[in-house]
């Protein structure tokens, strides 16, 4: 970044972007599809599209309303076959000349994210908004407690230790080294949700994310 702009071999950088959230799934050797990984990524790059926002992140045991099978079951386990897909569709992107926005968590149930975080360290079960028995309102008051929740923070610290630290087993690239990751994004919609009283935990949070991510 220089002047405020994006630039890319000296020259300013201009992006035409899509949300591709589920490349890493699709790009999974034993349950993806990679024939059809590599037709969208041709279509896209046919049609202009140089850069993919992707999520690295989805947590625990799935169900029919999230994202299936998930990068971490279980705190701190990983779908080695979804590292490879992540691996393998960061090297296909390269070929490509296209270029990443990778995210690391989720405000929103859907790919269980923060709720999960704190589903694991204690907190109870997951209000659920798409259950009759629970609103989205419950869904927020219970998800906001994730920026004061040491062991949520911690466990998603390791995680973004984790994902950063990794060498890809098909470029043999560094994460930290590699050109085609354009950005780091924290999290898919991150915000304090319904109550100002968590704002100085969630900024707390924020800036220890993005100096822990700066340092690596």
Not at 67 to 76: S, T
Request: charged residues 20%; glycine residues 8%; contains cysteine.
């Amino acid at each position: 970044v220089k002047d405020a702009q994006f630039h890319l071999n000296g020259k300013p950088y201009y992006f035409i972007g899509t949300n591709y959230w589920y490349g890493a799934l699709l790009s999974a050797k034993k349950t993806g599809n990679r024939e059809r990984l590599i037709n969208e990524l041709d279509l896209l790059q046919n049609i202009g599209i140089n850069n993919l926002r992707i999520l690295v992140g989805a947590e625990g045991d799935g169900g029919n309303y999230k994202v299936f099978p998930a990068l971490q079951p279980e705190q701190g386990v990983y779908n080695e076959d979804l590292l490879d897909g992540l691996d393998f569709l960061l090297y296909e992107m390269q070929k490509r000349n296209m270029y990443a926005v990778l995210y690391l968590n989720n405000n929103w149930i859907w790919s269980g994210g923060m709720s999960e975080y704190l589903k694991w360290n204690g907190y109870g079960e997951v209000p659920n908004p798409f259950l009759e028995q629970y609103s989205w309102d419950d869904y927020m008051k219970y998800t906001m407690q994730f920026h004061s929740c040491d062991p949520c923070m911690e466990a998603f610290y390791k995680h973004i230790k984790y994902i950063i630290g990794r060498t890809n087993s098909y470029s043999g690239i560094k994460y930290t080294d590699d050109a085609t990751v354009m950005s780091w994004q924290v999290a898919n919609e991150p915000r304090v949700m319904v109550n100002p009283e968590y704002e100085n935990a969630y900024t707390q949070w924020l800036n220890t994310t993005v100096t822990i991510i700066e340092t690596l």
